[in-house]
């Protein structure tokens, strides 16, 4: 649980309505390509979507990005 002022509340709503496009719209709504690079959904084995926040995938246990040997990142899950 998160406890946030009035005004960060605020200050939230303002950066909401000032996304580019004006619309957020749920990851399940994108193209799974796209929910798998912003961290949403785990890649093709498992596909379950959960918060970017989540290193693993809470429902396979695998990472859901690794790092490659040259800085860049990769989207991977396997079970």
């Known amino acids: ?3 946030k002022s009035l005004a ?3 200050e939230e ?3 909401m309505s000032s996304v580019e496009g004006g619309e957020v719209v749920d990851p399940r709504q994108v193209p799974s390509s796209v929910a798998e ?3 949403y959904r785990c890649p093709p084995r498992c596909g379950f979507y959960s918060l970017p926040s ?3 995938c809470p429902n396979c246990g695998q ?3 690794t790092i490659s040997a040259q800085g860049g990142h990769s989207v991977t899950c396997s079970t």
């Open 54 to 56: 989540d290193v693993t």
């Open 37 to 39: 690079r912003l961290g």
């Open 63 to 65: 990472p859901k990005v």
């Open 13 to 15: 709503k303002k950066e």
């Open 1 to 3: 649980m998160e406890i």
């Open 8 to 10: 960060e509340i605020i």
